[in-house]
């Protein structure tokens, strides 16, 4: 395994944003190995910034692995849909450019609950949109991510769907989307702070699939709700199905960025050398 920070990590949706040269300057002066870059901190999709960017990252000997990308599938009109894969395979360009081997893929969500915040309140649930059912919004997610899938292959990187609210918010619905695709260049991102039910039975169920982990740490408080996650427990997890990719740091406290990101690396750099051991 290797630890590296998302870009998120320094930046949570709110408050003045740097560019992508800064979280990547953060993440290397942090001491991490990696850095996986949100779409959101992508200034520019022109190749001179790309190659600029990937350039940059290897001057401070930092891989990007991952790009972390926002789409909904569950989109009753077929136009919308199409939109959204269209979406995920421009993304995947970016991803080419920047080296990046996994990209974050969401299932979506209705959007009946229309504030994240009310989303949270209500633990990620919300009802279908009247007239459809979660099965129809199921076979949507599965024919995009099949429609995404031959673009992928051809520049060998891997969409990873992440257990993110929407229809993923559960391990028993997300597996029924996993399942029905076939493909070494798919699988699970698990995140270790989004199923806040049944946590570590849901992980455990999602884990044989695992492509890279979002671990979350809460230092300070979490901004939408904390989670004592047992780091012990889940690295027992990850050690059961033979898991050795990436760690990726989605520090989600507020203690200033500066203090707990520290703390996480401090943390989970830990487990991942104890693992190394067992």
Not at 40 to 62: D, G, T, W
Not at 71 to 94: E, G, S, Y
Not at 136 to 151: G, N, T
Not at 161 to 177: D, S, V, Y
């Given at each position: 395994?290797?630890?590296g920070?998302?870009?998120y990590?320094y930046?949570h949706?709110?408050?003045?944003?740097?560019s992508?040269?800064?979280?990547?300057?953060?993440?290397?002066?942090d001491?991490?190995d990696?850095?996986e870059?949100?779409?959101?901190?992508?200034?520019s999709?022109s190749?001179?910034y790309?190659?600029e960017?990937?350039r940059?990252?290897?001057?401070h000997?930092?891989?990007?692995?991952?790009?972390s990308?926002?789409n909904?599938f569950?989109?009753?009109?077929?136009?919308?849909?199409?939109?959204?894969?269209n979406?995920?395979?421009?993304w995947?360009d970016?991803?080419?450019e920047?080296?990046?081997?996994?990209?974050?893929?969401n299932?979506?969500r209705?959007?009946t609950?229309k504030?994240?915040?009310?989303?949270m309140?209500?633990?990620?649930?919300?009802?279908?949109?009247?007239?459809?059912?979660?099965e129809?919004?199921?076979?949507?997610?599965?024919?995009?991510?099949?429609?995404c899938l031959?673009?992928a292959?051809?520049?060998?990187?891997?969409?990873?769907l992440e257990n993110?609210w929407g229809?993923?918010?559960?391990?028993?619905?997300m597996?029924?989307?996993?399942?029905?695709?076939?493909?070494?260049f798919f699988?699970?991102i698990l995140?270790?702070?989004?199923?806040?039910?049944d946590?570590y039975?849901?992980?455990?169920?999602i884990?044989?699939?695992a492509?890279?982990?979002?671990?979350k740490?809460?230092?300070?408080?979490?901004?939408?709700?904390?989670l004592?996650?047992?780091?012990?427990?889940?690295?027992e997890?990850?050690?059961?199905?033979?898991f050795?990719?990436w760690?990726?740091?989605?520090?989600?406290?507020k203690?200033d960025?500066?203090?707990?990101?520290r703390?996480?690396?401090?943390?989970?750099?830990?487990?991942i050398?104890?693992s190394?051991y067992?």
């Amino acid at each position: 395994m290797r630890l590296g920070v998302s870009t998120y990590s320094y930046w949570h949706f709110s408050g003045p944003k740097g560019s992508l040269k800064e979280y990547i300057e953060r993440a290397w002066y942090d001491g991490f190995d990696g850095v996986e870059v949100l779409a959101n901190h992508v200034e520019s999709r022109s190749k001179s910034y790309l190659r600029e960017v990937k350039r940059f990252a290897f001057e401070h000997s930092l891989d990007i692995y991952a790009l972390s990308i926002h789409n909904n599938f569950v989109k009753p009109d077929p136009a919308d849909r199409d939109a959204q894969v269209n979406n995920v395979l421009a993304w995947l360009d970016t991803a080419h450019e920047l080296g990046a081997k996994i990209v974050r893929i969401n299932s979506g969500r209705w959007g009946t609950v229309k504030s994240f915040d009310e989303l949270m309140e209500r633990k990620g649930i919300e009802p279908p949109i009247e007239g459809y059912t979660e099965e129809q919004a199921i076979e949507w997610i599965v024919d995009c991510i099949h429609r995404c899938l031959d673009k992928a292959e051809d520049f060998g990187i891997v969409l990873g769907l992440e257990n993110h609210w929407g229809l993923t918010t559960r391990a028993e619905t997300m597996l029924k989307i996993v399942k029905r695709i076939s493909s070494k260049f798919f699988g699970v991102i698990l995140d270790t702070g989004n199923f806040i039910y049944d946590t570590y039975d849901e992980l455990e169920a999602i884990a044989p699939y695992a492509k890279m982990v979002h671990a979350k740490t809460y230092f300070g408080g979490g901004v939408w709700y904390t989670l004592d996650i047992d780091y012990a427990r889940v690295f027992e997890i990850l050690k059961k199905y033979n898991f050795r990719g990436w760690i990726s740091l989605e520090y989600e406290g507020k203690e200033d960025y500066s203090v707990g990101v520290r703390k996480s690396k401090e943390l989970l750099i830990n487990f991942i050398k104890l693992s190394s051991y067992l």
